[in-house]
């Protein structure tokens, strides 16, 4: 009787090794096509999706690299826990990187359509400027926090301020409370929909582009790259908000 529950024991531990190995294998993201992304700063490779992995390499603020799959990890940055994997099996966080200088846009949507658009990819924190099809614009951009995301959609540019003073009392946030903020002098404002804008962003530090949400929900730029984007859009192009 030992004899037999000692071997139901063993029998018991080794399903749940394997078990356990298999689910393990399963939560790793499967391989997808390879996709073009550029580093945007000094960046890490790790061993794992984590900043507690070892590195295992650096890349260049410039490189261009591949990016085999994304796959969850750590959270360095609120919002973001995407990680991407490199054909060489290490690891690099997908704040420090902008989607590669294809010529062609990212969205399906508008695949093979003519005229102006404008593609802001939410996650990657990236807005790009399309003409017939071709991207011939980027700019790293900082985009709306969890507390207040930027919407995901197809919007429009329906007002232009060159030069606008953006008060919260107007959406409901009292100034003095936690969430408020009156500022002036926000320069080439272009408005798609409920008082989101793409703008010249001053107050935020120049590594939060690309990297960081800061926003109430604005796609905020630099200074050149919000006059660019000025200059090429008008009332009524379009704008999308991929996720």
Same mark, same amino acid.
């Given at each position: 009787m030992?004899?037999? =529950? #000692?071997?139901? &024991?063993?029998?018991?531990?080794l399903t749940l090794?394997?078990?356990?190995s298999?689910v393990?294998? /399963?939560s790793?993201?499967a391989?997808?096509?390879?996709?073009?992304?550029?580093?945007?700063?000094i960046?890490n490779?790790?061993?794992g999706?984590s900043?507690s992995s070892?590195? &295992?390499?650096?890349?260049? =603020?410039? +490189? +261009? %690299?591949?990016?085999?799959?994304? @796959?969850?990890?750590? +959270?360095v940055y609120?919002g $973001?826990?995407?990680?991407?994997?490199?054909?060489? *099996? =290490?690891?690099?966080?997908?704040?420090?990187t902008?989607?590669?200088? *294809?010529?062609?846009?990212?969205s399906s949507?508008?695949? *093979?359509?003519?005229?102006?658009?404008?593609e &802001?990819?939410?996650?990657?924190q990236v807005?790009?400027?399309i003409? $017939?099809?071709? &991207?011939?614009?980027t700019?790293? @951009?900082?985009v709306?926090?969890?507390a207040?995301?930027t919407?995901?959609g197809?919007?429009? @540019?329906?007002?232009?301020?060159l $030069?606008?003073?953006?008060?919260?009392?107007?959406i409901?946030?009292? =100034?003095?409370?936690?969430?408020?903020y009156?500022?002036?002098?926000?320069?080439y404002?272009?408005? %798609?929909?409920?008082? @989101?804008?793409?703008h010249?962003?001053?107050?935020?530090?120049? +590594?939060?582009?690309? $990297?960081?949400?800061g926003s #109430?929900?604005?796609?905020g730029?630099?200074?050149?790259?919000?006059?660019?984007?000025?200059?090429f /859009?008008?009332?009524g192009?379009?704008?999308?908000?991929?996720p």
């Open positions: 030992k004899k037999l =529950r #000692h071997g139901l &024991v063993v029998l018991v531990l090794a394997i078990a356990s298999t393990g294998t /399963a790793a993201a391989p997808t096509s390879p996709f073009p992304a550029v580093v945007t700063d960046a490779l790790r061993s999706p900043t070892s590195i &295992v390499g650096r890349l260049q =603020r410039g +490189e +261009e %690299i591949d990016v085999m799959a994304q @796959v969850g990890g750590e +959270e609120p $973001n826990s995407t990680w991407f994997r490199l054909p060489s *099996g =290490r690891y690099i966080y997908s704040a420090l902008a989607p590669g200088t *294809g010529s062609q846009a990212s949507s508008t695949s *093979g359509q003519s005229g102006r658009w404008i &802001v990819d939410r996650s990657a807005a790009k400027a003409e $017939n099809g071709e &991207v011939v614009y700019a790293l @951009v900082t709306g926090t969890q207040f995301p919407p995901v197809t919007f429009a @540019v329906y007002n232009r301020v $030069n606008e003073t953006m008060d919260s009392a107007t409901g946030i009292p =100034r003095d409370s936690p969430h408020g009156y500022l002036t002098g926000v320069l404002t272009q408005y %798609i929909v409920d008082g @989101v804008a793409l010249y962003n001053y107050w935020s530090p120049p +590594e939060a582009f690309g $990297n960081y949400p #109430h929900g604005c796609v730029m630099t200074l050149a790259d919000s006059k660019f984007f000025w200059d /859009a008008d009332i192009t379009p704008v999308i908000i991929l």
